[in-house]
C-alpha cells in the first residue's frame, strides 16, 4: 500500500495516562479520513502529536522520505514535519492583533520563510477562494465565528501542505455557520487534499470521507469505508457508540 503517512506504535502519556496506546495509520495519497469516537479517547491527541504540538513518548511518524523517531525528534525534524503538514484548531486560533491576511501569511513567513510580498499575494488567492476578498483587513473581532472558522482554513491551505489535520472544525461554531465552514471543507476535499478530520458531524463524516476510524481508550478499535461503519460496524463499541450519537 502506497502511503502519504504512516504511523507505527505511536504512544501519548500525560502523567500516568495513557492517551495514546500504540496507535498504527497508514493514509494513502489522497486520502480524507475521518475520526470518530466518544471524547476523551485521544483523537484530537492523535491529530497534535502528528503536528508536535504535543510530543509523542514513542513510536515513528513517516511522512514522504521524512522518518521521525518520537522519543528522538530534534527541532529540525520537528519543523521538517510542520513545513509538510497544516493545523486547523477548533477555537479558530487566530492571532487577535493581526488581520485575516496576515493571519494567512504568518505560517508562509514564519515556516516556510517567504519574504512578505510573495505571502500576501498568496494570502490574498486564499481570501477569495475562502470567500473573503472583501473582509482582508479586518481583524479576528469583526469577523463571525463562520468567517474566522474559514481564515482558519485559508491559513492552512496556503501552506499546500501534504497532510491537513482538522481538529473538530465545526465544534466552537455557532449552528448558524457549520454550514459554511463544511461547504468549504468540502471543497477541498474535492481537490483530492489527504486529510485527517476528526469531527462529531456524523453525517458529514459519512459523506466527506474515504474511510472511518472509530477509536476509544486510545486505540483504533475499527475501521473502514463509511457504508461499512455506519451499515455493518463489526465491534460492537462501535455499533453502541453510533447508537448513541445516532
Known sequence: MSCEIRVDGLVKRFGDQTV???????????????????????????????NYLDRPDAGHIRLGDLD???????????????????FVFQNYALFA???????????LTVVRGWPKAKAGARADEILAQIGLSDRGDSY?????????????IGRAMALHADLM??????????????????????????GRQTMLIVTHEMQFAREIADRIIFMEGGRIVE???????????????????LRRVG
Open 165 to 190: 489535520l482538522f481538529d473538530e472544525p465545526t465544534s466552537a461554531l455557532d449552528p448558524e455557520w457549520v454550514g459554511e465552514v463544511l461547504d468549504l471543507i468540502r471543497q477541498i476535499a474535492d
Open 20 to 50: 495514546l496506546d500504540g496507535i498504527d495509520l497508514c493514509l494513502q495519497p489522497g486520502e480524507r479520513v475521518a475520526i470518530i469516537g466518544p471524547s476523551g479517547t485521544g483523537k484530537s491527541t492523535l491529530l497534535r502529536c502528528l
Open 140 to 152: 479576528p473581532v469583526n469577523l463571525s465565528g463562520g468567517q474566522q472558522q474559514r481564515v482558519g
Open 68 to 86: 521521525i523517531d518520537a522519543a528522538k525528534a530534534s527541532s529540525a525534524d520537528v519543523l521538517a514535519l510542520r513545513r509538510r503538514t497544516s
Open 97 to 107: 492583533n493581526k488581520t485575516a491576511r496576515e493571519n494567512i501569511m504568518e505560517g
Open 223 to 241: 475501521q473502514g469505508p463509511p457504508e461499512q461503519i455506519f451499515g455493518a460496524a463489526q465491534d460492537e463499541r462501535t455499533r453502541a457508540f
